[in-house]
C-alpha cells in the first residue's frame, strides 16, 4: 500500500526566510513522487518530481526537494520565501504500476511581510 | 497550448438532477483521471483511465460514472447528485510510458465547483 503524510498542515514563515515542507511517504517500491502547488482558485502545478534518477530535484520558482530512501521523506525547501509563494503545496506518490497517485492532505503557507 | 479543459468551471444544482463534466486533454495522453478535493483532505480519486475504453475505480468512485470512447475525452457523470457530492473536481492527465511503470506527472484542469442542494 502507498500513502503519503505531510507533516505540517500550516506553515507560516516570514518573507526572505527558508522555507521546510515535510513530507513522508509509504511505498513498497521505489515510486515516482511529485510537489505541486496550488494557488487560490486555480488547479494544480508541478514543481517538481523525483522518478529514481539524482536524488535533489530541482524544481521552478527556486524550490528543491531530496529523496531520502531510508528515511521515506521527500521534503520541499527553498531558500528564500517570496510572498509570491503563499498556496497550497500537495506532495504526490505515483504508484509502481502507474495507475494511481495519491495525494498528502496538503501544507497551506503563509509568507509574511 | 498544452492544456487540460474541464466544463463547466462553476455549477448549482439540485438533488438528483442528472449533470456531466466534460474534460478534454490535447497532450495525447494515455492516462486521465478524476479527483475531488475537500477541504482537510487533500485530493482522492474518484476514477481514472489507462487507455480508450479502459476505466478503473479509484478511492472514492461511489455515486459517479465515467466513460473513455475517445483518448482525449473522459467525462464524469453524476446520475444523481447528492449534497455530499458538493466539491471542487479536478481532471487530470498524464503520459504512460511504454512497457514500464508510469512516472509521468499530472497535468489538471482548471477544476470545476460544484454545489447540489
Known amino acids: 500500500a502507498q500513502s503519503v503524510t505531510q507533516l505540517d498542515s500550516h506553515v507560516s514563515v516570514s518573507e526572505g526566510t527558508p522555507v521546510l515542507l515535510r513530507c513522508n511517504y509509504s511505498?513498497?517500491?521505489?515510486?515516482?513522487l511529485f510537489w505541486y502547488v496550488q494557488h487560490p482558485n486555480k488547479g494544480l502545478q508541478l514543481l517538481l518530481k523525483y522518478t529514481s534518477a539524482a536524488t535533489l530535484v530541482k524544481g521552478i520558482n527556486g524550490f528543491e526537494a531530496e529523496f531520502k530512501k531510508s528515511e521515506t521523506s521527500f521534503h520541499l525547501t527553498k531558500p528564500s520565501a517570496h510572498m509570491s509563494d503563499a498556496a497550497e503545496y500537495f506532495c504526490v506518490v505515483r504508484t509502481n504500476t502507474g495507475n494511481q497517485f495519491y495525494f498528502g492532505t496538503g501544507t497551506s503557507l503563509t509568507v509574511i511581510p | 497550448e498544452a492544456q487540460v479543459t474541464q466544463n463547466p468551471r462553476y455549477l448549482i444544482t439540485v438533488t438528483g438532477k442528472k449533470l456531466t463534466v466534460t474534460c478534454s486533454q490535447n497532450?495525447?495522453?494515455?492516462?486521465m483521471s478524476w479527483y475531488r478535493q475537500d477541504p482537510g483532505l487533500g485530493l482522492r480519486q474518484i476514477y481514472y483511465?489507462?487507455?480508450?475504453?479502459?476505466?478503473d475505480k479509484g478511492d472514492v468512485p461511489e455515486g459517479y460514472k465515467v466513460s473513455r470512447k475517445e483518448k482525449r475525452n473522459f467525462p464524469l457523470i453524476l446520475e444523481s447528485p447528492s449534497p455530499n457530492q458538493t466539491s471542487l473536481y479536478f481532471c487530470?492527465?498524464?503520459?504512460?510510458?511504454?512497457?514500464?511503470?508510469?512516472?509521468?506527472?499530472?497535468?489538471f484542469g482548471e477544476g470545476s465547483r460544484l454545489t447540489v442542494l
Open positions: 511505498s513498497s517500491y521505489s515510486p515516482s
Open positions: 487530470a492527465s498524464s503520459k504512460r510510458l511504454a512497457g514500464g511503470p508510469g512516472t509521468g506527472e499530472l497535468f
Open positions: 483511465s489507462m487507455n480508450v475504453e479502459v476505466t
Open positions: 497532450m495525447n495522453h494515455e492516462y
